[in-house]
């Protein structure tokens, strides 16, 4: 496990850990390599896992019946990425998560996740925490969508993915921002000729 040191010090944040806690949470991570364009959960199936994000980008997004997505989030480095509510229920998937390039997740199973609240009671602290923050930032942005104009909104989601907007289509951000992508196109023009 090439960038294990990642996710430790991404735990570090909010507790800390023995040499012999570091190795029992190690040894139930699987890394999985994941190449641009492949989904490590589809609409409909099991969610298993939740993903820590080692190397590149992934994005959850729901697909309705007409074929139309609606891109929930982006998971850059150091962040984690599932279908939370039927990660937590085992219920069937929701989201659809996708790579948008080359990535590599380390993936932690539910049960392996009980398991390790049961031996390192102060990973339910982590986890907590995590959650919490997960649940924050959707509401703050549920209220950005209902209250700003498309024009902050994407300026707020250049300050949150300051180093990834360049890796992401042009699509998938309008689809995060609930605008087209070509009036995403006229935001940025205008931006341009703000700035210029």
């Given at each position: 496990m090439g960038?294990?040191?990642?996710i430790?010090?991404?735990?570090s944040?909010?507790?800390?850990?023995?040499?012999?806690?570091?190795s029992?949470?190690?040894?139930?991570?699987?890394?999985?390599k994941?190449a641009k364009?492949?989904?490590?959960?589809q609409?409909?199936?099991?969610?298993k896992?939740?993903?820590?994000?080692?190397?590149?980008?992934?994005?959850?997004f729901?697909m309705?019946?007409?074929?139309?997505e609606?891109?929930?989030?982006?998971?850059i480095s150091?962040?984690?990425?599932?279908?939370?509510?039927?990660?937590?229920?085992q219920k069937?998937?929701?989201?659809n998560?996708?790579?948008?390039e080359?990535?590599?997740?380390?993936?932690l199973?539910?049960?392996?996740?009980?398991n390790?609240?049961?031996?390192?009671?102060?990973f339910?602290?982590?986890?907590?925490?995590?959650?919490?923050?997960?649940?924050?930032?959707?509401?703050?942005?549920t209220?950005?969508?209902?209250?700003?104009?498309?024009?902050?909104?994407?300026?707020n989601?250049?300050q949150?993915y300051?180093?990834?907007?360049k890796?992401?289509?042009q699509k998938?951000i309008?689809s995060?921002?609930?605008i087209?992508?070509e009036?995403?196109?006229?935001i940025?023009?205008?931006?341009?000729?703000?700035?210029s």
């Open positions: 960038e294990e040191h990642l430790l010090k991404n735990i944040r909010h507790i800390s850990l023995t040499n012999q806690e570091k029992y949470f190690l040894s139930l991570l699987k890394e999985k994941v364009k492949e989904l490590i959960l609409q409909q199936q099991s969610c896992e939740i993903n820590f994000v080692q190397t590149g980008i992934l994005r959850a729901h309705d019946t007409t074929g139309k609606s891109t929930i989030m982006f998971a150091d962040w984690w990425i599932t279908d939370m509510y039927c990660f937590i229920n069937p998937a929701m989201l998560i996708e790579a948008l080359d990535s590599s997740v380390l993936q199973q539910k049960d392996h996740l009980d390790l609240y049961h031996k390192v009671p102060k339910e602290r982590f986890f907590r925490i995590m959650m919490q923050n997960a649940y924050i930032r959707e509401q703050l942005r209220i950005e969508n209902l209250s700003l104009p498309a024009e902050e909104r994407y300026y989601f250049l949150k300051p180093e990834a907007v890796r992401i289509r998938q309008a995060y921002l609930g087209t992508p009036f995403l196109s006229l940025k023009s205008k931006q341009k000729n703000i700035s």
